[in-house]
């Protein structure tokens, strides 16, 4: 491990803003936090929204500087790439923020029956091979349903049309409410001041000429998800120039 991230993975654990639970703490079992969120670590009783995947947090920070009257916390596994978010909003005395390093499995041991508002996913890695590690498969949308309050969103933006069609045919073959759907956000000029916040990952593909995707759902109900039956070769990524790493 490089010096860098041995100085980074040290500043973490001064920052308050940044919870890295143990998988003790997380593992068949509530870790403190959980339904307290607001009390204990926001001091305020706004909604909370999750980002899942949120890397470097560009897309939690933003959000909550253009909406203050919510709380935001990122989530992600990669304790280097959450030290930015974690560092800014620190330097920036953003009390809306706070990182999680946790891994997405574990959510339901972090976070209370509706106690979230509203979910984000912005560019997560599509695994074209493998759909059950997609962070919109049934499997995780199961779990997300638990935490989200009644009539609770789920925004996903992509620059996977795969990603973008297949959550949009998950939704579809279960009956969800689809709020929206637009593949192209930019083409169309959807991008508003909640959809025009650009991430690293976002500017790489839009200099490429890769249309951005936007879809918005709720997980109202409680009928068991179903992976649908579908095609995804006309949704493969033909680019391969920049990686989620």
């Known amino acids: 491990m490089g010096k860098g991230k041995l100085k980074k993975f040290r500043e973490n654990e001064t920052f308050s803003c940044l919870v890295q639970p143990t998988t003790e ?3 068949h079992k509530d870790h403190p936090l959980k339904g307290a ?3 204990q670590m926001f001091h305020n009783d706004h909604p909370i929204v999750l980002e899942l995947g949120c890397g470097k947090g560009e897309y939690t920070t933003a959000l909550a500087e253009r ?3 919510k709380n935001y916390i990122g989530i992600d596994i990669k304790g280097a790439r959450l030290w930015k978010g974690a560092k800014y909003a ?6 809306n923020v706070a990182f999680v390093r946790t891994r997405i499995e574990f959510i339901e041991s972090l976070f209370a029956p509706e106690e979230i508002a509203e979910i984000w996913i912005t560019f997560a890695d599509p695994q074209e091979r493998k759909p059950r590690k997609r962070l919109t498969h049934p499997r995780f949308l199961e779990s997300y349903r638990k ?3 009644p009539g609770g969103i789920v925004h996903l933006k992509t620059d ?3 990603l973008h069609h297949f959550t949009l045919e998950v939704a579809r073959c279960n009956g969800l409410e689809v709020l929206e759907h637009n593949e192209d956000i930019y083409g169309t000029g959807r991008a508003d ?11 790489n593909f839009l200099a490429q000429g890769i249309p951005i995707t ?4 709720r997980l109202d109900g409680d009928a068991p998800l179903a992976e649908p039956e579908w095609d995804q070769q006309p949704y493969e990524q033909t680019y391969k120039t920049l990686t989620r790493s």
């Open 25 to 27: 703490e997380v593992l």
């Open 37 to 39: 969120w607001n009390q």
């Open 67 to 69: 909406f203050p009257d």
């Open 90 to 95: 620190t330097q920036h005395e953003m009390g």
């Open 147 to 149: 935490l989200l309050s």
């Open 160 to 162: 996977s049309r795969l």
């Open 193 to 203: 001041e909640l959809l025009s916040i650009q991430t690293f990952y976002e500017k």
């Open 214 to 217: 936007y879809l918005a759902f």
